[in-house]
């Protein structure tokens, strides 16, 4: 049931995003949707864990009308924040032309104004999450029955082989590597469909281990003002400026494309030009290794 959802919001990603995906036919459009229930298989698995985790422990408690009800209630909160994620990237994918991932959520935090603007642009989204988790509520049935319990060794068997089901589909199967983001690019020939083949709780999954860039503490604002003072005050003559000081900084550009730099060819004619008739700086710093 929930991968139907995941399947459907995949044909829906692709509908309100299709022109970043030109040239995609029926044919291919069947076979990444089939590709994609494994991709879609890892978010499931890793929200609904600790779900399965309660539905397969072996003692009689989980036959209770009341432990029952605790088990739909996580399985609706936790399906409902994976396929609330997966419809927030499809309008976010237009300005980040990408599934969502971690650092995704610190932006966010600083853009909280913006959040009624968003919904109220995306209004229909809110509708199919409402939907969805309606769905999930209707047609959800409980899986273990009330009339009483296999034997131990039974249950115990059952519970080894379905943790290793759910670790190879957290997996994604049993190669080398496990499912990453960027696995998607081995099953398509263009590289712009992989994102639609992917899904943000992957993506939002192995951002969070990896390494985020921290900004560096080497002394404090007190004493860095001490001895290297950024603002200085200057008294008026009353006369006032009449010209204009306009300060330009190219970010992410080599200096091997800058004319005025080297003597190969400028891609930059017209900063050129303005190079020679100001003050400029000839380095370029980098502090990290992403942009």
Same mark, same amino acid.
């Given at each position: 049931m929930v991968l139907l959802c995941y399947a459907g919001l995949r044909w829906l990603f692709y509908g309100l995003n299709q022109s970043a995906f030109p040239g995609l036919g029926w044919g291919e459009g069947l076979r990444l949707a089939l590709i994609g229930i494994r991709f879609d298989l890892v978010p499931l698995l890793y929200f609904n864990s600790l779900y399965i985790l309660l539905a397969l422990l072996p003692w009689r408690s989980r036959t209770m009308v009341p432990y029952q009800k605790m088990r739909k209630v996580l399985f609706l909160c936790s399906n409902g924040l994976a396929l609330g994620l997966e419809l927030l990237s499809i309008p976010y994918f237009r300005f980040s032309a990408r599934r969502l991932i971690r650092s995704d959520f610190g932006l966010w935090s600083k853009s909280m104004n @913006?959040? &009624?603007? #968003? @919904? /109220?642009?995306?209004?229909y989204l809110l509708l199919t999450f409402i939907f969805l988790l309606s769905v999930l509520y209707r047609w959800y049935k409980p899986a273990v029955r009330s009339n009483g319990l !296999? +034997? @131990?060794?039974y249950q115990l068997g059952i519970f080894a082989m379905t943790a290793l089901l759910v670790v190879l589909g957290i997996r994604g199967g049993v !190669?080398? =590597?496990p499912f990453m983001p960027i696995t998607a690019t081995r099953y398509v020939n263009d590289q712009r469909l992989a994102p639609l083949l992917s899904n943000s709780g992957l993506s939002i999954l192995f951002s969070i281990g990896q390494g !985020?860039? +921290?900004e560096p503490d080497f002394v404090d604002e007190a004493r860095l003002a001490h001895y290297f003072p950024r603002f200085r005050q #200057? /008294?008026?003559n &009353?006369? &006032?400026l009449t010209e204009n000081v306009v300060f330009i900084v190219l970010e992410s550009f080599s200096q091997e494309y800058v004319g005025l730099f080297n003597d190969g060819p400028s891609y930059t004619p017209f900063l050129d030009s303005l190079l020679q008739a100001g003050y400029y700086s000839r380095n370029g710093l980098a502090n &990290?290794? =992403?942009s």
């Open positions: @913006l959040t &009624g603007a #968003y @919904l /109220a642009d995306f209004w !296999q +034997k @131990l060794p !190669q080398l =590597r !985020q860039l +921290k #200057y /008294a008026s &009353g006369g &006032g &990290g290794m =992403r």
